[in-house]
């Protein structure tokens, strides 16, 4: 089945630092979505991706649909405690009902 | 605004014992609901999909079976409980043809 691979699968940042992660696959997705996850909590959705080479903001996070609809990836600027998680990315492929997940990037920050 | 409820938070049960997680959906109508199951310190493995009343896709063959008698709600259940279905499960809704899916807060499952 498809597969995303997920990168890094975890990462150990001082504050302010930036963060980059990505996914990358051998599918063609025609959708790209990143959620985070806070322990014990439901994965909650940040962006949202729906075109080939879409870049797209939430205030300090920034993702990006490649332009080979094959890979994404997910930066988070000046980095705050508060970004402590797991990130997911997940991909749609069309005419699915289904998501593919990759296997998450968790997050440490050290003040 | 759609909300997705899940109950119970948190469950501990024996081994052999029967379950039964529930999912509703309110704010939206005919959604696709999802039943994920979530390993501690792993990634999200799908079990379950439906479409629609009555339908569902089964994902993994295992000792669990879903439901969903209702257009917005989604039942997960097992007649026997192994210590191996311990986990946190996760239920999602989706709507439209990106399939952004949204989940709720889950349930902590422990079969002892």
């Known amino acids: 089945g498809q597969q995303l691979n997920q990168s890094p699968q975890s990462m150990f940042i001082q504050e302010g630092e930036d963060v980059s992660m990505n996914c990358t696959s051998s599918s063609i997705f025609n959708t790209w979505l990143w959620y985070k996850q806070d322990p014990g909590e439901g994965p909650v959705l940040l962006i949202a991706l729906y075109k080939a080479g879409e870049l797209t903001s939430n205030g300090r996070l920034t993702a990006q649909f490649g332009i080979t609809r094959k890979d994404s990836f997910l930066n988070i600027s000046a980095s705050i405690p508060s970004d402590v998680g797991i990130y997911f990315c997940a991909g749609v492929i069309q005419g699915a009902q289904k998501l593919v997940f990759g296997q998450g990037t968790r997050l440490t920050i050290n003040p | 605004s759609q909300t997705i409820h899940q109950w119970p938070a948190t469950l501990v049960q024996p081994v052999g014992s029967p379950l039964s997680l529930e999912c509703t959906v309110e704010g939206t109508s005919n959604p696709n609901l999802y039943w994920y199951r979530q390993a501690a310190g792993r990634g999200l493995q799908l079990l379950f999909y439906s479409v629609g009343i009555g339908q569902i896709s089964s994902e993994v063959p295992q000792n669990l079976s879903a439901s969903r008698p209702q257009d917005r709600q989604f039942i997960l259940s097992s007649k026997k409980l192994l210590l191996s279905d311990s986990g946190f499960y996760l239920c999602?809704?989706?709507?439209?043809?990106?399939?952004?899916?949204?989940f709720g807060p889950g349930t902590r499952l422990t079969v002892l």
């Open positions: 999602a809704w989706s709507v439209g043809v990106y399939n952004e899916q949204f």
